[in-house]
């Protein structure tokens, strides 16, 4: 897959492109923020980096995070079995990456800039909040949810009842998740940072609306796919 830039691109226009690239950066103490504003190589070579390597480094991780859209198709004709692990490994896994990774940048924001932007103190309850909640919910999916789904696969109707309770239980807590991301959106007016908004200010809001993106995706493969055989 060729990425849109390389290491003649400014630090700042990659991480606007590619946010997940400031993980990388941010290991590398390369600053993405107040000086970005010069070529990667250059930054790079200011810490003694490999740029090469860099490079190397920072395809894999654009090859992981910006692959081929969804194929719906594919999960509907697809087993439950495959289905669970293909939301295990590619929302939940990287769900938990990505909340991890994006907690320090939505608190320095905070700390920041919350003074002149009050609305950001609101992003940080409710981002901490949503935390709590998507990791709690799918830490809950794999170790009870998941393997009754599984378990009634080959044991019809037994627990079908206690199944289907489960089941809606999920659906509310998708709900909540969806009200707290549409909450997040209309505070920060649509992920649209303010003018005076420093490289990491602007980050936050990046991420944040891919992290919209990537939870209603994941809620779509369980409430529309998955669930649906289940209490049809």
């Known amino acids: 897959m060729q990425m849109p830039f390389n290491q003649n691109s400014l630090v700042k226009d990659i991480v606007n492109i590619f946010p997940q690239s400031s993980d990388?950066?941010?290991?590398?103490?390369?600053?993405?923020?107040c000086g970005g504003n010069r070529p990667l190589s250059d930054a790079a070579i200011e810490q003694?980096?490999?740029v090469p390597a860099l490079m190397n480094e920072l395809e894999e991780l654009y090859k992981k995070h910006?692959?081929?859209a969804e194929n719906m198709e594919v999960w509907t004709e697809s087993d439950s079995e495959e289905l669970i692990e293909h939301i295990k490994n590619k929302y939940h896994r990287?769900?938990?990456?990505e909340l991890k990774m994006l907690s320090p940048y939505v608190t320095k924001v905070a700390k920041v800039h919350g003074d002149r932007h009050e609305e950001l103190l609101e992003v940080?309850?409710?981002?901490?909040?949503?935390?709590?909640?998507?990791?709690?919910?799918?830490?809950?999916?794999?170790?009870?949810?998941?393997?009754?789904?599984?378990?009634?696969?080959a044991e019809e109707d037994e627990k079908r009842a206690e199944m289907v309770?489960?089941?809606k239980a999920l659906e509310k807590e998708h709900d909540h998740a969806g009200s707290i991301l549409k909450q997040?959106?209309?505070?920060?007016?649509?992920?649209?940072?303010?003018?005076?908004?420093?490289?990491?200010y602007r980050l936050v809001y990046k991420r944040l609306e891919a992290l919209e993106s990537h939870t209603f995706m994941h809620v779509h493969l369980e409430n529309n796919i998955l669930f649906p055989r289940y209490i049809a």
């Open 24 to 33: 990388l950066f941010k290991k590398n103490r390369l600053d993405f923020c």
């Open 48 to 50: 003694n980096l490999d």
């Open 66 to 68: 910006n692959g081929k």
């Open 94 to 97: 990287e769900l938990e990456e």
């Open 124 to 153: 940080y309850e409710l981002f901490y909040e949503l935390k709590k909640e998507l990791l709690e919910h799918t830490a809950k999916e794999e170790a009870a949810v998941f393997p009754l789904l599984l378990q009634l696969e």
């Open 165 to 167: 309770a489960e089941i």
């Open 184 to 200: 997040l959106r209309e505070i920060t007016g649509g992920f649209n940072p303010p003018i005076d908004a420093c490289g990491t």
